[in-house]
């Protein structure tokens, strides 16, 4: 069955760095879109970062634009959120998440266009 498995979450003071890594299972990867999404006590899930199957295709958040880097390694069936200059506003359960979207250039925002979902991992930065 479809598997993703967050890791990398944790603590980090602000200004600090942490790269996420989603492993993916059960599907034929590079066919799916994959998102990284961020969930706060009391917010909805908003949009992180996403990327085409083939990597041509990228698009952030505004608030994360120039901090966050969203890649993926199709031979190894995962894809990493590289997160620098992380301030307290970063702190969330980040998710990652995939779905075969319908024009693949076009990179999903909504949480609703997404198939399947990982547990999430905590970020926590501190100041």
């Known amino acids: 069955q479809v598997q993703l498995v967050e890791s990398g979450g944790g603590l980090v003071q602000a200004g600090g760095s942490l790269r996420l890594s989603c492993a993916a299972s059960?599907?034929?990867?590079?066919?799916?879109?994959m998102g990284w999404f961020r969930q706060s006590p009391g917010e909805e899930r908003d949009f992180v970062a996403g990327?085409?199957?083939?990597?041509?295709?990228?698009d952030y958040a505004d608030s994360v634009k120039g901090r966050f880097t969203i890649s993926r390694d199709n031979a190894k069936n995962t894809v990493y959120l590289e997160m620098n200059s992380l301030n307290p506003e970063d702190t969330a359960i980040y998710y990652c998440a995939a779905t075969i979207a319908p024009l693949p250039f076009i990179i999903q925002r909504n949480s609703r266009r997404y198939d399947h979902w990982g547990q999430g991992t905590q970020v926590t930065v501190s100041l």
């Open positions: 059960g599907f034929t990867f590079t066919r799916f879109q």
């Open positions: 990327i085409s199957g083939n990597a041509d295709s990228i």
